[in-house]
């Protein structure tokens, strides 16, 4: 045979031997905290339930387990015996040379959303999609890599990506009890990496679940692919993973808020941050710069996935509608309007006019109280599921914020307020030449209302005489630069 044939990959776990067109992997007698395989019998079990897992996506490659005789002719160890891969169909190779993969990534979301529908289900199974039972999972990697503090990961950016995770996580039980009761909780594949598919004429094949912890295994379905799209990021391919979310997405009607995305991703990427610290411990000279590199990973995700609240606030004719609907749409928020909700409670159409005298009718103090309660209250459901919600209101009262940041308080979220201006003379033209409309603002009512505002120090000024495109680009600037 030609020495070609013949290969030797490591891992923190097994080492796998290539030879002609097989693989055999044997699982090191290692204890890593989180993996126990010191004893010849727990190696013997785990190379079986591998086999009987990965079937499950790839019945073509795992042949089976081979048994490894001492000199006294009883088993000393256990192989799993596999088709060997051609190596210049691995997927993470393609990712380096540029090759077009959008096509692949597209069968990759099919068939990972059927592998998921078929997935099993349970109690048990569904317990490990829990909001606690995250948090357990993020506490011990958090544990597991306190010893690497200073030496391999900074501990500033160690101590913002826990506060980040804890934010989030105490705000959204409800959240993941919703995802835990429409199914979303499977037995998955638990370690999809680009490194472990090959892309083949025949389609993809996804290899080497994670099989010594089937508490591991038992996760959301989202965080199973998060975790290849967060590889496919890692290896500078980031089109490629949130592709693969989108395509998800619809084949699995998973419409799973930003937010929960941007979590998973930063929580696999925690996980490989964890393993590079373990291969850096155990000599590994590159894995340091690598562990650094996914805990970067996970920081700027958890960021992003932050769920705000954004007042979008400033007096009739301001262009506040239109800078809400934009940012909404920009970052996947919902929004909600006080004009719609105010005649929803009164029963009416909301484009059905409710013209009054300033503070008369539906517009008395009364009804605006109501209003901005009930506001406030929709959104906080909207924030407890992950959503990141846009308040289109005046918000001209200390009262009426104070609520807004109450409801920001008790979900976890990030309070984000912002003020829309233009001249008068603009503000009464546009009143005046809008046709159907949810307000029932006139030049008039604006000019009143401008002497009852309350100062609002913490909102932040969009001027909006110019364009839409002008006016999001300031607001997104600030909210992208905001932080509490």
């Known amino acids: 045979m030609r020495s070609s044939q013949f290969a030797v990959s490591e891992t923190h776990s097994g080492v796998v031997f290539f030879v002609g067109d097989r693989a055999y992997k044997l699982k090191k007698p290692v204890d890593l905290g989180f993996l126990d395989f010191t004893s010849r019998e727990s190696r013997e079990d785990v190379c079986h339930k591998e086999v009987a897992l990965n079937r499950r996506l790839c019945p073509d490659v795992y042949l089976g387990v081979a048994d490894v005789m001492g000199p006294d002719g009883k088993p000393c160890d256990h192989l799993v015996v596999m088709r060997r891969m051609p190596e210049n169909r691995r997927m993470s190779t393609l990712v380096e040379r540029g090759e077009p993969l959008g096509e692949t990534v597209k069968q990759l979301a099919r068939k990972l959303a059927t592998f998921h529908a078929r997935a099993e289900r349970g109690p048990e199974i569904s317990a490990e999609g829990s909001r606690d039972a995250i948090r357990r999972r993020w506490e011990d990697s958090f544990a597991q890599v306190r010893p690497f503090h200073g030496a391999v990961l900074e501990p500033g950016m160690v101590a913002e990506i826990e506060q980040l995770t804890k934010d989030f996580l105490a705000g959204r039980e409800e959240l993941f009890k919703r995802r835990m009761e429409c199914g979303r909780v499977v037995d998955g594949h638990g370690d999809i990496l680009a490194d472990d598919i ?26 199973d692919v998060a975790f290849l799209a967060m590889d496919l990021e890692r290896l500078g391919a980031g089109d490629l993973g949130n592709h693969l979310l989108d395509w998800y997405a619809e084949y699995s009607g998973d419409a799973a808020p930003p937010a929960l995305r941007h979590h998973y991703i930063a929580y696999r990427a925690f996980v490989r941050a964890k393993v590079a610290c373990l291969r850096h411990d155990q000599g590994d000279s590159g894995a340091a710069r690598l562990a650094r590199g996914y805990a970067s990973l996970a920081l700027r995700h958890l960021r992003q996935g932050v769920p705000r609240l954004i007042l979008v606030g ?28 105010r005649k929803e409670m009164a029963g009416l159409s909301p484009e059905k006019s409710a013209a009054e005298e300033y503070g008369e009718g539906l517009y008395d103090s ?90 609002w120090p913490a909102a932040h000024t969009i001027l909006t005489a110019g364009t839409e495109h002008d006016s999001l680009t300031q607001a997104l600037a600030y909210i992208e630069s905001y932080t509490d």
Request: charged letters at 25%; hydrophobic letters at 40%.
């Open 198 to 223: 090959f892309c083949l004429e025949d389609g993809p094949r996804v290899l080497d679940c994670l099989e010594f912890d089937d508490r591991l295994r038992w996760l959301d379905a989202l965080d």
């Open 314 to 341: 400033g007096l009739p004719g301001s262009g506040k509608s239109t800078v809400g609907g934009a940012i909404a749409d920009r970052l996947g928020g919902t929004v909600l309007r006080s004009d719609r909700i």
């Open 366 to 455: 009364a009804h605006t109280t109501r209003t901005y309660h009930e506001l406030c209250h929709r959104a906080g459901e909207l924030l407890r599921l992950g959503e990141t919600v846009v308040l289109d209101a005046s918000w001209t009262s200390v009262d009426q914020r104070a609520i807004a940041a109450e409801t920001a308080a008790e979900t976890h979220s990030r309070l984000v307020q912002l003020r829309c201006w233009a001249p008068e003379t603009i503000t009464a033209q546009r009143i005046a030449e809008r046709g159907t409309s949810l307000s029932d603002a006139t030049p008039d009512i604006a000019r009143q209302m401008a002497g009852n505002v309350h100062p």
